[in-house]
């Protein structure tokens, strides 16, 4: 068991969220562990954007308790791109870079290092070229790259990834877990519908409609699945 694995990263207990009236998330809870990364996985409408979002405090929970056991500069986040306001005038190389602030220094000046950092990562995901233009002026997967470089660029300690594979094609899909790894030593938590594609780098499994089912030991869901045990 790698060092530190049993360091408990987010804690979370009965959390409830409710959009209007609507109780989208029921009474979650769970936690997360340094090295064993998790899928969230879960039918379109069950909460999983939801929950991460209000797990990362865009959204506000109405009752229950969320705590993380490392600092807001050590997570990083990839957003669905439709959450995006892809007309912000901004280039992919301050979108990639922007992934070093918070919001208590948004407007802080970078070093030379961190600069190296995010011209680095540019290279990695394909995208140096591109650094100059706009990000209403790249491909929906050239985004998602800088994307996904702006949710590595703090070298986080915990990475929650929601559909990362959208938009990207299937070569790039398939080094992206072995990058992710190469660049740094993030525990992932990772929204997917394509869990053969992201079986063999995860170790848990979250359920989440509405409610959430846990699955600390991803074989368990697969045997709870009759159909995906045969097709496994
Ligand atoms: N801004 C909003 N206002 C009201 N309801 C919303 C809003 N955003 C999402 N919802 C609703 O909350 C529920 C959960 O949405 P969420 O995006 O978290 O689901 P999801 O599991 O991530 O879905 P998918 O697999 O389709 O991406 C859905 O019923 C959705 O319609």
Redesign the pocket.
């Known amino acids: 068991m790698a060092n530190g694995q049993n360091k408990k990263l987010v804690s979370v207990q009965n959390l409830n969220f409710k959009?209007?009236n609507?109780y989208?998330l029921n009474d979650i809870n769970l936690d997360i562990f340094k090295g064993k990364n998790v899928a969230i996985l879960?039918r379109?409408?069950?909460?999983?954007?939801?929950l991460v979002k209000v797990m990362l405090g865009f959204l506000r929970k109405n009752s229950g308790s969320i705590e993380f056991f490392t600092s807001e500069n050590k997570i990083g986040y990839l957003p669905q791109i439709r959450e995006f306001d892809t007309s912000f005038p901004i280039n992919i190389f301050d979108l990639v870079i922007s992934g070093l602030t918070n919001k208590n220094n948004l407007f802080r000046k970078f070093n030379n290092e961190e600069k190296k950092r995010a011209e680095i990562l540019l290279k990695e995901f394909d995208i140096f070229h591109l650094k100059n233009k706009l990000i209403n002026e790249v491909s929906g997967g050239q985004l998602q790259r800088a994307l996904i470089a702006r949710a590595l660029i703090s070298s986080p300690e915990l990475i929650f990834l929601d559909e990362p594979e959208s938009f990207l094609d299937k070569e790039f899909e398939f080094k992206l877990f072995e990058k992710i790894k190469e660049l740094s030593d993030s525990t992932i938590v990772v929204?997917s519908?394509e869990l053969e594609k992201i079986y063999d780098y995860i170790d848990s499994i979250f359920v989440?409609e509405g409610n959430i089912r846990v699955y600390e030991k991803k074989e368990d869901y697969v045997c709870s699945n009759p159909y995906l045990h045969s097709h496994k």
């Open positions: 959009y209007n609507d989208i879960g379109n409408g069950g909460g999983k954007s939801t929204i519908h989440v």
